[in-house]
Nanobody, 120 residues
Framework: QVQLVESGGGLVQAGGSLRLSCAASGSTYSVHRMGWYRQAPGSERELVATVATAAASDTYADSVQGRFTISFDSAKDTVYLQMNSLKPEDTAVYYC?????????????WGQGTQVTVSS
């Protein structure tokens, strides 16, 4: 089992910045990827960014490429999402995700979500 605790959401004006944090605990040795997803009202949950925990490999949604940066601190088992040049359309609940392998089965774990609101 992996537990995830998120922090860092809030209200910011368009053009501003926020940094989200997500600390993992429990069976973190099995986690091979962490990431952030978001869900706006009336929309499906969508991928924002992911990072491999053992390699310098990350992916981004086209909508955040160049504005958001994901990083992973292995010493703290914590993933960060630095969000710059925020837009009103970035408003959503942001969820931390951890993907782990147990034998050949991948398990996904989710945080409780943190609200990000960008005002115009």
């Amino acid at each position: 089992q992996v537990q995830l605790v998120e922090s860092g959401g809030g209200l910011v004006q368009a053009g501003g910045s926020l940094r989200l944090s997500c600390a993992a605990s429990g069976s973190t040795y099995s986690v091979h990827r962490m990431g952030w997803y978001r869900q706006a009202p009336g929309s499906e949950r969508e991928l924002v960014a992911t990072v491999a925990t053992a390699a310098a490999s990350d992916t981004y949604a086209d909508s955040v490429q160049g504005r958001f940066t994901i990083s992973f601190d292995s010493a703290k088992d914590t993933v960060y999402l630095q969000m710059n040049s925020l837009k009103p359309e970035d408003t959503a609940v942001y969820y931390c995700n951890a993907a782990s392998f147990v034998y050949t089965v991948e398990y996904n774990y989710w945080g409780q979500g943190t609200q990000v609101t960008v005002s115009s």
